[in-house]
């Protein structure tokens, strides 16, 4: 049974910084690519970052380039989002997805 569970959010003061982890059972992990979304209250989910099942060839939504980092551990199964100089906007629910898996998500709040 394939699970993804996302850990590491909370509430953060404008330009703190938070690390995201994904950590997935059940699946052989460094076969797939891994994604990070984020739903904001009342709006879509939308895309933020994705890595490559290499780890290479990392892509990111314009609103996170340049402060938000993507990356993977094979050996730990899991993916990381470091995100850094935080923002209000950033307030969402932010969600892993492996291999057509959604995570359970996990709450980042930005606020002063």
């Known amino acids: 049974q394939v699970q993804l569970v996302e850990s590491g959010g909370g509430l953060v003061q404008p330009g703190g910084s938070l690390r995201l982890s994904c950590s997935a059972s059940g699946l052989v992990f460094s076969l797939f690519g891994a994604t990070w979304y984020r739903q904001a209250p009342g709006k879509e989910r939308l895309f933020v970052a994705l890595?490559?099942?290499?780890?290479?060839?990392?892509k990111y939504a314009d609103s996170v380039k340049n402060r938000f980092f993507i990356s993977r551990d094979d050996d730990k199964k899991t993916v990381y989002l470091q995100m850094n100089g935080l923002k209000p906007e950033d307030t969402a629910v932010y969600y892993c997805f492996v291999n057509g898996y959604w995570g359970q998500g996990i709450q980042v709040t930005v606020s002063s």
């Open positions: 890595i490559s099942r290499s780890g290479g060839s990392p």
